[in-house]
């Protein structure tokens, strides 16, 4: 005679039971980017990256990509010492 050989019902994983207000909100790349350039001096392509970690081509990509494209917002490019420097208005503020 054969005996099967039977297993014991696998334990549940344990789960921490998180709070929701325990839990902050994630921060995106992209809000990250914006509130670096909502300053008034706004941000190089340089800095931008260093933030977050992209190439500069990468962030040029996206403001002209993703940023550009957004209604609510207007990204300013200046020049000054050799470098560009990118800031965001309001829509508001680019036609007063």
Same mark, same amino acid.
């Given at each position: +005679?054969?005996? *099967? *050989?039977?297993?014991?019902?696998?334990?549940?994983?344990?789960?921490?039971?998180?709070?929701?207000?325990?839990?902050?909100?994630?921060?995106?790349?992209?809000?990250? $980017? %914006?509130? $670096? +350039?909502?300053?008034?001096?706004?941000? @190089?392509?340089?800095? $931008?990256?260093?933030?977050?970690?992209?190439?500069?081509?990468?962030?040029?990509?996206?403001?002209?990509?993703? $940023? *550009?494209?957004?209604?609510?917002?207007?990204? %300013?490019?200046?020049?000054?010492?050799?470098? @560009?420097?990118?800031? %965001?208005?309001?829509?508001?503020?680019?036609?007063?």
């Amino acid at each position: +005679m054969t005996t *099967k *050989k039977t297993r014991a019902p696998a334990a549940a994983p344990a789960t921490e039971q998180v709070s929701p207000e325990a839990k902050a909100p994630r921060e995106t790349r992209s809000q990250t $980017l %914006v509130a $670096l +350039m909502r300053v008034e001096a706004g941000a @190089t392509a340089a800095d $931008l990256g260093a933030a977050i970690g992209w190439q500069v081509h990468s962030i040029r990509g996206f403001i002209a990509g993703t $940023l *550009k494209k957004r209604t609510d917002i207007t990204v %300013v490019a200046e020049r000054k010492d050799g470098a @560009t420097r990118y800031r %965001v208005v309001d829509r508001a503020e680019v036609s007063a």
